[in-house]
């Protein structure tokens, strides 16, 4: 699943833009039903190519919202990724 977006999301919209690879819809297109924005864990390549870090966390104005998950098979996984379920960016 790459990173996941938690329920403390409060849907400002900072992190749609910055994936570059498309992997995050808004609450509308959640497709778990959850008022929450989500990340396609089939889309999402942790950033791997593009920037040093998961750029939705590093956009995201909520402390711990984005947390790591578990590691798709076939798609990238940052070296330095951390356990499942701490926040991707610690502040
Ligand atoms: S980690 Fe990168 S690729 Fe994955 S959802 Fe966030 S911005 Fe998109
Ligand atoms: S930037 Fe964070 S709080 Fe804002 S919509 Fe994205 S995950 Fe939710």
Do not use: F
């Not at 403390?8 to 992997?23: L, Q």
């Not at 798609?75 to 330095?80: F, K, Q, Y």
Request: proline content about 8%.
């Amino acid at each position: 699943m790459a990173v996941k977006i938690t329920d403390t999301c409060i849907n400002c919209g900072a992190c749609i833009d910055e994936c570059p690879v498309e992997a995050i819809v808004d609450d509308s297109e959640n497709p778990t039903g959850e008022e929450i924005h989500y990340v396609n864990p089939d889309k999402c390549v942790e950033c791997v190519g593009y920037y040093d870090e998961p750029a939705c966390a590093a956009a995201c104005p909520t402390e711990g919202c984005i947390q790591w998950d578990d590691v798709v098979d076939g798609l990238p996984a940052a070296e330095d990724r951390g356990e499942k379920g701490t926040p991707v960016v610690e502040d």
